[in-house]
C-alpha cells in the first residue's frame, strides 16, 4: 500500500512559479510510475504530466509544455512538479498518483491506483 502527501499549492500571480512535492510512504518508490493531475471547480479531472519509475520516460498534456517539469528522487521517495509561467487558467487541485501496477508511463486518471489529497494552486491574474 503506498501513501502520497502533496505540498507546495497556493497562491501567486501570473507568471510566477511554485514547486509542488508529493512524498511517497509504504511501498518501494521506484517501482511504478507516477504522475499529476489536475482539477477546477466543474470539471473533470485532467492529466498534467507523468514520469516512468526511473525517469526516463516523460508526458506532459500539450497545455503544460515547456511550462511545467515534472521528476522524481526515488531515493527520498519525492515526485515534484515545477511550475513555470503560470497562468490563471492552471488554477485547480493539483494532486499526484501512482500506478503501482503499471510498468509503463500512462496518461489517464483510471488507470492510477493510489491518490494523494490534493493541494490547491490558485493563480491571479
Known amino acids: 500500500q503506498v501513501q502520497l502527501v502533496e505540498s507546495g499549492g497556493g497562491l501567486v500571480q501570473a507568471g510566477g512559479s511554485l514547486r509542488l512535492s508529493c512524498v511517497a510512504s509504504g ?6 510510475p507516477m ?3 489536475r482539477q477546477a471547480p466543474g470539471k473533470e479531472r485532467e492529466f498534467v504530466a507523468a ?3 526511473i525517469g526516463g520516460v516523460i508526458r506532459y498534456a500539450d497545455s503544460v509544455l515547456g511550462r511545467f517539469t515534472i521528476s522524481r528522487e526515488n ?3 519525492i515526485l515534484y512538479l515545477q511550475m513555470n509561467s503560470l ?8 494532486y499526484c498518483a501512482a500506478a503501482t501496477v503499471s510498468k509503463v508511463v500512462v496518461t489517464t486518471a483510471r ?3 493510489t491518490w494523494g ?9
Open 35 to 37: 504522475g499529476w493531475f
Open 111 to 113: 488507470q492510477y491506483d
Open 51 to 53: 514520469i516512468s519509475w
Open 75 to 77: 531515493a527520498k521517495n
Open 117 to 125: 489529497q490534493g493541494t490547491q494552486v490558485t493563480v491571479s491574474s
Open 87 to 94: 497562468k490563471p487558467e492552471d488554477t485547480a487541485m493539483y
Open 27 to 32: 511501498r518501494t518508490f521506484s517501482n511504478f
